[in-house]
C-alpha cells in the first residue's frame, strides 16, 4: 500500500464523512476487512478525491448521482452526508435526485428521496 496516498486519502475521507465516521469504521476493521478499508481509502479518497481537478463539492454531486443509479443506498445516505459537508445544497440534492428518476427509474428516484429526506431531517436542513 502506497503510504503517501493512504495519509492523503484518510485526510480527504474525514473531510467529507466526519473523523468520528471514518475513525469507528477503521477501528471495527479487522483482519478480513483491514485490507479494503486501507486499499479503498489510498485509492478512492487518495487517489480519486485528492486528484485537485474536480473540487470536492462537483465530486460529492457525481458521487451521488452515481451511487444513486446503482441503487446502493446505504452508501448513499453516506455521501448525501458527506454532500451537505460538501456545500451541495437542498436544492441541489433535489436536482440530483431528479435526474437519477430519469435515467434510473421513480422507484429509484422515491428511494432516493426517502433517504435525502431522513439525512436533511437529521442535519435540520428539512
Known amino acids: 500500500?502506497?503510504?503517501?496516498?493512504?495519509?492523503?486519502?484518510?485526510?480527504?475521507?474525514?473531510?467529507?464523512?466526519?473523523?468520528e465516521y471514518v475513525e469507528k469504521n477503521l477501528a471495527a476493521a479487522d483482519d478480513f476487512n483491514r485490507p479494503f478499508q486501507e486499499a479503498m481509502t489510498a485509492w478512492c479518497w487518495g487517489f480519486g478525491w485528492g486528484d485537485e481537478t474536480i473540487d470536492a463539492k462537483t465530486r460529492s454531486m457525481m458521487n451521488l448521482a452515481m451511487i444513486g443509479a446503482l441503487?446502493?443506498?446505504?452508501?448513499?445516505?453516506?455521501?448525501?452526508?458527506?454532500?451537505?459537508?460538501?456545500?451541495?445544497?437542498?436544492?441541489?440534492?433535489r436536482a440530483i435526485i431528479?435526474?437519477?428518476?430519469?435515467?434510473?427509474?421513480?422507484?429509484?428516484?422515491v428511494e432516493c428521496f426517502r433517504v435525502a429526506r431522513k439525512v436533511?431531517?437529521?442535519?435540520?436542513?428539512?
Open 1 to 19: 500500500m502506497d503510504e503517501t496516498l493512504f495519509e492523503k486519502g484518510l485526510a480527504r475521507r474525514k473531510s467529507t464523512l466526519g473523523d
Open 71 to 93: 441503487g446502493k443506498m446505504h452508501e448513499w445516505e453516506i455521501h448525501c452526508r458527506g454532500a451537505i459537508t460538501n456545500g451541495v445544497s437542498v436544492e441541489e440534492i
Open 98 to 109: 431528479h435526474v437519477i428518476s430519469i435515467y434510473c427509474g421513480v422507484p429509484q428516484g
Open 120 to 126: 436533511l431531517e437529521e442535519q435540520g436542513l428539512l
